[in-house]
């Protein structure tokens, strides 16, 4: 089975700072990797997809890359809605395995 | 708009099983698959199992093969997940999620989650 590894597990950052939160794979999942924000008492919501696709609705100031096996979500310029807790995803058809979060707190 | 609506929330006994609903508007039901994903207080996001709701078709994560039954009743868009011999530790907010592509990509539709308490 393929895991998911999340780093680092907690982020203390500031409004206006740069964040980046990378994801690992026990082997390569090629781009088939998600990125999820979720706030306290509320569903995922996702902001990634197929490693570098921004969803539609999501600020640009998200983005994403990577491929194999190494992949990072980036905040250009944190906000200070998106203090939250984020998940790596990856997908196939049939399956789903998330990596164990990262929160950004202040 | 994408709606998946619930049910509410569901007090179980140890051994017992729930059933958890998940009713899809604003798309074509049968387009898109299913996943069900829980996550206790405090606690990660985990993958239940997946079902194509054309199909029918389902993949279950190993850990709850045996104790997990998804389904569907096409006919009022509704998909259902059923647990059963509940344990304390399945005492956690069970969501429903759909795929953001038509048989593809990863869920980008959830719905607002499922409260379910196992406790004697």
């Known amino acids: 089975d393929i895991q998911m590894t999340q780093s680092p597990s907690t982020l203390s950052a500031s409004v206006g700072d740069r964040v980046t939160i990378t994801c690992r794979a026990s082997?390569?999942?090629?781009?088939?990797l998600a990125w999820y924000q979720q706030k306290p008492g509320t569903a995922p919501m996702v902001l990634i997809y197929?490693?570098?696709s921004l969803e539609s609705g999501v600020p640009s100031r998200f983005s994403g890359s990577g491929s194999g096996t190494e992949f990072t979500l980036t905040i250009s310029s944190l906000q200070p809605d998106d203090f939250a807790t984020y998940y790596c995803q990856h997908y196939t058809t049939y399956s789903l395995t998330f990596g164990p979060g990262t929160k950004v707190e202040i | 708009q994408v709606q998946l609506v619930q049910s509410g929330a569901e007090v179980k006994k140890p051994g017992a099983s729930v059933k958890v609903s998940c009713k899809a508007s604003g798309y074509t039901f049968t387009s898109y698959d299913i996943n069900w994903v829980r996550q206790a207080t405090g606690q990660g996001l985990e993958w239940m199992g997946w079902?194509?709701?054309?199909?029918?078709?389902?993949a279950y994560s190993q850990k709850f093969q045996g104790r997990v039954t998804m389904t569907r009743d096409t006919s009022i868009s509704t998909a259902y997940m059923e647990l059963s011999s509940l344990r304390s530790e399945d005492t956690a907010v069970y969501f429903c999620?759909?795929?953001?592509?038509?048989?593809?990509?990863?869920?980008?539709?959830w719905g607002q989650g499922t409260v379910v308490t196992v406790s004697s």
């Open positions: 079902m194509n709701p054309d199909s029918g078709n389902t």
């Open positions: 197929e490693a570098s």
């Open positions: 082997q390569s999942i090629s781009s088939w």
């Open positions: 999620a759909r795929g953001l592509f038509v048989h593809t990509g990863p869920p980008g539709y």
